[in-house]
């Protein structure tokens, strides 16, 4: 089986707290190409996401510049449609 990667950076996150003076990478291990487009779509949804990218290969950062956080399952970046604005927004 096939796996993927959703690496993004939280623009909010970074430059301070556990990431003062780095960036913050966050991602998400996916079982399927179809699973990584909708976490890649929820990050869209996401203001302080940016940068967002579906990898074939596990991504690698160094750890002097960044800090990479990993989400595990069950997370609601993985639910279709999980960060959709609603009407109410």
């Given at each position: 089986?096939?796996?993927?990667?959703?690496?993004?950076?939280?623009?909010?996150m970074?430059?301070?707290?556990?990431?003062?003076?780095?960036?913050?990478?966050?991602?998400?291990?996916?079982?399927?190409?179809?699973?990584?487009?909708?976490?890649?779509?929820?990050?869209?949804?996401?203001?302080?996401?940016?940068?967002?990218?579906?990898?074939?290969?596990?991504?690698?950062?160094?750890?002097?510049?960044?800090?990479?956080s990993?989400?595990?399952?069950?997370s609601?970046?993985?639910?279709?449609?999980?960060?959709?604005?609603?009407?109410?927004?």
């Amino acid at each position: 089986m096939t796996k993927y990667w959703v690496s993004m950076t939280d623009k909010f996150m970074s430059g301070w707290g556990k990431a003062e003076g780095k960036i913050n990478k966050y991602i998400l291990e996916c079982d399927s190409y179809e699973e990584a487009e909708i976490v890649r779509d929820n990050a869209m949804n996401r203001s302080e996401m940016k940068y967002i990218n579906i990898c074939s290969v596990k991504p690698r950062y160094n750890p002097k510049w960044y800090l990479v956080s990993y989400a595990k399952k069950p997370s609601r970046m993985y639910e279709p449609h999980g960060f959709c604005k609603s009407k109410y927004d």
